[in-house]
């Protein structure tokens, strides 16, 4: 007798709710007691020593007592975190420093991530790392200009 197959396990769920973030327009939620959760589909690239690949969109959660976490898709998904300062000259210029991916020390290294004027949407992220193997991995995402909002009477 043949048993039943599960269609969607727990982490297949988990991944589903991710890319669903990726198919959304590019968002931000924030406010006083939240973290700014920043999502946008874009152009650009992971450069690695002997490979490069096109990014579709990012991921970016700065929560307030300054982690982060970064999540990059192209045919595969990158992620990274450590902490974030936003800079004493641009308010829309948040430097990023990377203490781990998966894994924590996987990947180390630092970054910048600039804000449109309402710091509520990505602009562009730019990712300089070193994997824990001595690979030097590059990133750079310039995200596509969110649609002005519509009226609805």
Known sequence: MNKPKRILRPYNAALLVLFAGFLLPVSAQSGESESLIISAKGHGKLSLVVDERKITSALVVLRQNGTMLITITA?????AEGTWKATASSPEEIVLKITGGAVKGEVVGSGK????????????????????????????????????SKARI
């Open 75 to 79: 045919d595969l998904m990158l992620q």
């Open 113 to 148: 991530l600039l804000l449109t004027g309402d710091r509520k949407s990505m602009k562009e992220l730019t990712v300089n790392l070193t994997s824990s193997e001595g690979q030097e991995i590059s990133v750079t995402f310039v995200a596509e200009a969110p649609e002005p």
